[in-house]
């Protein structure tokens, strides 16, 4: 069984940036897909960021040029580097593992941007 926790999260002012750390344990973190997603309050949860094991990388365009997604497979730790943050990335922020059809989420961690 994939175990994920996120940690990382924080307030921080508009124009501020936070570090978040997903490290999995239990699973082949090397070959999995790693996501970074996030959910609002009243809104659906939605894709910030995907990694391959190979490294290619996909985000979403509201996040582009901001935000960056990385891993370390030697320490099974998934990050996202959130620069420039603004008010509208408010959200809990889960991680996900994907892996010849096994995934699993993390408990999300909580990112407020305000002045």
């Known amino acids: 069984q994939v175990q994920l926790v996120e940690s990382g999260g924080g307030l921080v002012q508009p124009g501020g940036s936070l570090r978040l750390s997903c490290a999995a344990s239990g699973s082949i973190f090397s070959v999995a897909i790693m996501g970074w997603y996030r959910q609002a309050p009243g809104k659906q949860r939605e894709l910030v960021a995907l990694i391959t094991g190979g490294g290619s990388t996909n985000y979403a365009d509201s996040v582009k040029g901001r935000f960056t997604i990385s891993r370390n497979n030697a320490k099974n730790t998934l990050y996202l580097q959130m620069n420039s943050l603004k008010p509208e990335d408010t959200a809990v922020y889960y991680c996900?593992?994907?892996?010849?059809?096994?995934?699993?989420w993390g408990q999300g961690t909580q990112v407020t941007v305000s002045s």
């Open positions: 996900q593992y994907s892996n010849r059809g096994v995934s699993s």
